[in-house]
C-alpha cells in the first residue's frame, strides 16, 4: 500500500522532548500503514535515540535513521531523501501537534490535488482548545498566495506533495541558520495550488536555550553570517521572478526579505560585538543596497551609545 505521509522530524540531543512529540504524531487518524515517521538523529549525544527506539517497538510507522552532526538542514534534506509518502510534513523535535488533526488535513489535500496546504500554527500558551475551520480557501498559485497572506518562514505549518519538492529540487541549504525562509520562500513561489485551512494543528514551543534565544557571541557571529547569506539569496530569487509577479505579491516578498535585515540589526545591537565589527556589517548592508544608514537615525544613536 502506498504511504500517503512522511512526517520528517530532526533530532538533535531531544530526550526531554522527543516523547511528547512522537506521541502526538502517534495520536493521528492514521491505520500504521498508510504513513511513517522518519526521526533523523543528527548525532545526538543524550539518550533520545533510545526513547524513540522504546516507541519503535510497538509503533511500526516510527523509523530512526542516524547520522553524523550535520545541522537541522541536513537532517531535514535526509528526510526528504527517504520519504516514501505521497506528501511529507516537518515536525521539530521540541513541538508537537494537535491530536487528530493530520489524517483530515491530508484528505482535504488529496481531494483538491493540492500541491501545498498550510494551516495554523501557535505558541504552545496561546490556545487551550484546538479551532477547526469549516472549509479551505480558494485555491491560489504560490505567488497569489504570497500576495494575501503574511506566509510564515517555517517549514512545519504546511503539507507538501513529496514529488513537488523533490522535482522542483528544492532542499534546504545546509549549514546555514535561516534555511526555513529561504526554503519557505522558494517553494511557494514554484507552486501552482495551493491553499490554507483555518486549523489549529501545530504547537510551537519556545525553550530558554534553542537556536532563537541563544546569545553567546561565536553563536551571533554565525548567525549574522547566516543572516546576511538569507538576505542575499532572497533578493536574488526575488529579482529572477520579479518579471513574473504582482505588485502585492513583490512588496509581500521585499517586505519579508527586508525582516531579516531588521532582525540581522536588531541581533548586533543586542550581541557583544564590538563596536567596529557592527559597523563594517551594517556598511555591508549599505554596500549592498540593502539599508541606507541616513534611514536608520535610532541605528546610529544605539549604537553610538554602545561605543
Not at 13 to 29: A, F, M, T, V
Not at 166 to 195: A, H, V
Amino acid at each position: 500500500m502506498e504511504k500517503l505521509l512522511s512526517i520528517v522530524v530532526p533530532m538533535y540531543n531531544s530526550e526531554p522532548w522527543i516523547s511528547k512529540c512522537l506521541q502526538s504524531l502517534l495520536r493521528q487518524q492514521f491505520n500504521e500503514d498508510q504513513y511513517e515517521i522518519l526521526v533523523i538523529d543528527d548525532g545526538s549525544t543524550d539518550k533520545g535515540a533510545e526513547i524513540v527506539e522504546s516507541l519503535m517497538r510497538n509503533n511500526p510507522q516510527i523509523l530512526l535513521i542516524k547520522q553524523v552532526n550535520k545541522g537541522q538542514a541536513a537532517a531535514r534534506n535526509t528526510g526528504i531523501r527517504n520519504a516514501q509518502g505521497r506528501y511529507i510534513g516537518f515536525v521539530d523535535s521540541d513541538d508537537y501537534l494537535e491530536a487528530n488533526s493530520l489524517y483530515s488535513i491530508l484528505e482535504i489535500a488529496i481531494n483538491n490535488d493540492l500541491e501545498i496546504l498550510t494551516y495554523n500554527m501557535f505558541l504552545e500558551n496561546q490556545s487551550n482548545v484546538a479551532h477547526i475551520g469549516k472549509s479551505i480557501e480558494p485555491i491560489q498559485n504560490g505567488a497569489e498566495y504570497i500576495a494575501t497572506h503574511n506566509y510564515n518562514n517555517g517549514p512545519w505549518y504546511y503539507l507538501t506533495k513529496t514529488a513537488h519538492i523533490i522535482d522542483n529540487g528544492i532542499y534546504f541549504q545546509e549549514g546555514r541558520y535561516c534555511e526555513d525562509g529561504m526554503f519557505t520562500m522558494k517553494l511557494f513561489l514554484s507552486t501552482r495550488r495551493m491553499s490554507h485551512i483555518d486549523y489549529d494543528v501545530y504547537h510551537y514551543v519556545l525553550h530558554p536555550g534553542s537556536t532563537v534565544t541563544r546569545k553567546d557571541n561565536k553563536h551571533q557571529m554565525k548567525m549574522i553570517e547566516d543572516f546576511t547569506y538569507a538576505v542575499d539569496y532572497m533578493t536574488a530569487l526575488i529579482e529572477s521572478k520579479s518579471g513574473e509577479l504582482s505588485d502585492a505579491c513583490l512588496l509581500r516578498l521585499y517586505t519579508r526579505r527586508n525582516s531579516y535585515i531588521y532582525f540581522l540589526q536588531l541581533r548586533m545591537l543586542r550581541s557583544s560585538m564590538p563596536i567596529n565589527t557592527i559597523m563594517e556589517s551594517i556598511q555591508k548592508l549599505e554596500g549592498g543596497g540593502y539599508i541606507r544608514i541616513q534611514d536608520y537615525p535610532r541605528t546610529i544613536t544605539l549604537v553610538s551609545k554602545l561605543a
